[in-house]
């Protein structure tokens, strides 16, 4: 039972590059989030997914780029890396969206932008 | 603009007392709240939750008060152990909000003492 993986796990990139962090969910749960997580702003939803091939903006999308051809897997692309995009990522999924909907978390990604 | 707030970063009980973990939110249209727990280096995981329907929710040590008119909700965790110590993330979702994504607060960082 596999659940949200995440990879990599920890990343050191350069400013301007690009990365993508994988997101793979054995539920197939229809909806997939990314979060990131910052020293005094909590969790922040970066981009959300209701559906394959749906995809939508949270509060903090500049400058990422998501996608979701297959169900079980949500990349999350960062296409010039800042450093002000330095920051823990956590992929979650739910199986449905309404009231009393849980949503579950991945082990994270902790990215340092150089 | 912070809809979930946690006012208080951190906390600390010494075990066997109660600790009391205060959240409040500012969108009336707020109708599911939870609570997660996080550990370092690991995922936030989800740990219980109540509708806007009821105003308590209990499983096991964990209990969660929701005041609708004061926009306040709480988490009494009785007795407190020193497993316990973790960051807890108050979060809320409301229909139409992002696909149901959950809403957190900045989190309060309990630390339980022997």
């Known amino acids: 039972d596999a659940g949200i993986t995440q990879s990599p796990r920890y990343k050191i990139t350069e400013t301007g590059r690009q990365v993508t962090l994988m997101c793979h969910q054995t539920w197939s749960h229809s909806y997939m989030f990314w979060y990131r997580q910052d020293l005094g702003h909590g969790l922040r939803l970066i981009y959300y997914?209701?559906?394959?091939?749906?995809?939508d903006k949270g509060e903090v999308p500049d400058g990422y780029v998501v996608s979701r051809s297959k169900t079980e897997n949500f990349p999350l692309t960062l296409e010039s890396a800042t450093r002000s995009q330095t920051s823990v990522y956590f992929c979650a999924s739910s199986p449905v969206s309404g009231a009393g909907n849980t949503i579950y978390f991945g082990e994270g990604s902790w990215l340092t932008v150089v | 603009d912070q809809q979930v707030k946690q006012n208080s970063p951190s906390l600390s009980v010494q075990e066997g007392r109660i600790s009391i973990l205060n959240c409040d939110y500012t969108n009336s249209m707020f109708d599911y709240f939870l609570w997660y727990k996080k550990y370092p280096a690991e995922g936030p995981t989800f740990l219980i939750s109540?509708?806007?329907?009821?105003d308590k929710n209990e499983d096991g040590r964990f209990t969660v008060f929701l005041n609708k008119s004061a926009k306040h909700l709480s988490l009494h965790i009785v007795p407190s152990q020193p497993g316990d110590s973790a960051v807890y993330f108050c979060?809320?979702?409301?229909?139409?909000?992002?696909?149901?994504?959950?809403?957190f607060g900045k989190g309060t960082s309990l630390l339980v003492t022997p």
């Open positions: 109540i509708s806007s329907i009821k």
């Open positions: 979060a809320a979702s409301a229909l139409g909000n992002s696909g149901y994504a959950l809403n």
């Open positions: 997914s209701a559906a394959a091939d749906i995809t």
